[in-house]
C-alpha cells in the first residue's frame, strides 16, 4: 500500500512467470531491471479506512500528489520507451489531475454495470484511470478494442464471496484489468505494480501470459496476493 510507521522486512516469492515482493517500493524499485507497462491501483488520499496506512489528505508528507508522484518518476523510470503507464484513481480527485501529474495524460474510464448505491444525488460509476506513454518510441496497442473506457463486470464481485477481488477493500475487477494488460501490453511484456495489493494485476497478468513484478509493503496484502 504505501508508507508504514515501521519497517517491513523484505520477503520475495516467485509464482511463474509472477514476482511478489514485501517492501517500501521507494527501496525496491532501483533494485528492479526494465518493465514495459506500469498499471497500478494505489492509495488515493480520500480517507479510506486502511488495516494500517492513514489514507486523509494531510497523513502524506508533502501532499498526497507529490507523494505519489515520487513513486510512479521511480516506476517510470524503469519503462522502455513507448511503456503505457495506468494509474487508477477516485473521482473526487480528478480536479486535482493537473496540478498533480505533469505528464501528457489522457483519461480512461473504468466504468462499472453494478455499483454501490450511496446517499448521492449521483452515483460514483466509473474510476477515472490517468494514462500516459513513455516517450521516446511509439505506444504499442493490440488495436482490436482500444477505445478509452471499459464497462466491467462488477457484480459477480458483489455477488460471489469467493471471488478474487473481494480479498481487499478496495477490489479492481479482474476482467477490466485484463482488458487494458491486452490491449497495451505486447505479448511476453513485463508489467509493474507498485502498489500491488491482493494481487489483482498479477492475476490478470498470469492469465494473459504476460510477467509481472509486484511490490506490497502490506503483509497482509502480499500473503493474499
Known amino acids: 500500500m504505501a508508507d508504514r510507521s515501521s519497517p ?12 511478489l515482493i514485501l517492501g517500501d517500493c521507494l527501496e525496491i524499485l532501483p533494485t528492479l531491471n526494465k518493465v514495459d507497462a506500469v498499471i497500478t491501483d494505489p492509495p488515493y488520499g480520500v480517507g479510506f479506512k486502511y488495516a494500517c496506512h492513514d489514507d486523509r489528505p494531510e497523513a502524506y508528507e508533502g501532499g498526497y500528489g507529490p507523494w505519489l508522484m515520487r513513486r ?19 473521482g473526487p480527485n480528478l480536479k486535482r489531475f493537473n496540478e498533480w501529474f505533469p505528464r501528457d495524460w489522457r483519461l480512461f474510464c473504468a466504468a462499472k454495470n453494478f455499483v454501490q448505491m450511496r446517499p448521492t444525488p449521483m452515483q460514483w460509476a466509473f474510476d477515472p484511470v490517468v494514462v500516459w506513454w513513455v516517450p521516446g518510441s511509439a505506444p504499442w496497442s493490440a488495436g482490436t478494442a482500444t477505445r478509452d473506457f471499459h464497462v466491467a463486470n462488477t457484480a459477480p464481485v458483489i455477488g460471489q464471496e469467493n471471488r478474487i477481488e473481494r480479498s481487499h477493500p478496495c477490489p479492481r475487477p479482474l476482467d477490466q484489468v485484463q482488458h487494458v494488460i491486452d490491449q497495451w501490453v505486447r505479448d511476453g511484456g513485463t508489467v509493474l505494480d507498485p502498489f500491488m495489493g491482493s494481487g489483482t494485476t498479477g492475476a490478470a497478468c ?6 509481472f513484478i509486484g511490490i506490497e509493503i502490506d503483509p497482509g496484502y502480499f500473503d493474499i496476493a
Not at 8 to 19: A, L, N, S, W
Not at 72 to 90: D, H, I, M, R, T
Open 206 to 211: 498470469a492469465k494473459l501470459g504476460r510477467k
Open 72 to 90: 510512479l518518476e521511480a516506476s517510470e523510470a524503469l519503462c522502455v520507451p513507448g511503456s503505457p503507464v495506468f494509474v487508477w484513481q477516485a
Open 8 to 19: 517491513v522486512e523484505r520477503r520475495v516469492q516467485v509464482i511463474g512467470d509472477c514476482t
